[in-house]
């Protein structure tokens, strides 16, 4: 089992960046795939970004492909979601996910984090 703490979220300009941290505990974080998610006010949850175990492989959403990037640390149980160009739509609670699966885990993930508060305005 695996608990997720997200942090860096905050209030932040069209146009600015910001990064999110999730930290794993337990010694397994780099058996995990992991992911980040979002959810806006009156929206479903939405997959943003996953990346493999060893980090070599990544995926985005379409609405944030060459905007934003994720990355892991496997020696500090971290993963990162590095958003550029931030616009007001990007406005949502941005989760942390871990899964064993890579190919399933942007729809089933095994776990969760508590989740950050990301407001852009215009």
């Known amino acids: 089992q695996v608990q997720l703490v997200e942090s860096g979220g905050g209030l932040v300009q069209t146009g600015d960046s910001l990064r999110l941290s999730c930290a794993a505990s337990?010694?397994?974080?780099?058996?995990?795939?992991m992911a980040w998610f979002r959810q806006a006010p009156g929206k479903e949850r939405e997959f943003v970004a996953k990346?493999?175990?060893?980090?070599?492989?990544?995926q985005y959403a379409d609405s944030v492909k060459d905007r934003f990037t994720i990355s892991r640390d496997n020696a500090k149980n971290t993963v990162y979601l590095q958003m550029n160009s931030l616009k007001p739509e990007d406005t949502a609670v941005y989760y942390c996910?871990?899964?064993?699966?890579?190919?399933?885990?942007?729809?089933?993930?095994?776990?969760w984090g508590q989740g950050t508060q990301v407001t852009v305005s215009s």
């Open positions: 337990g010694r397994t974080f780099s058996t995990y795939a």
């Open positions: 996910a871990a899964g064993t699966d890579i190919t399933t885990l942007h729809r089933n993930p095994d776990y």
């Open positions: 990346i493999s175990r060893s980090g070599l492989l990544t």
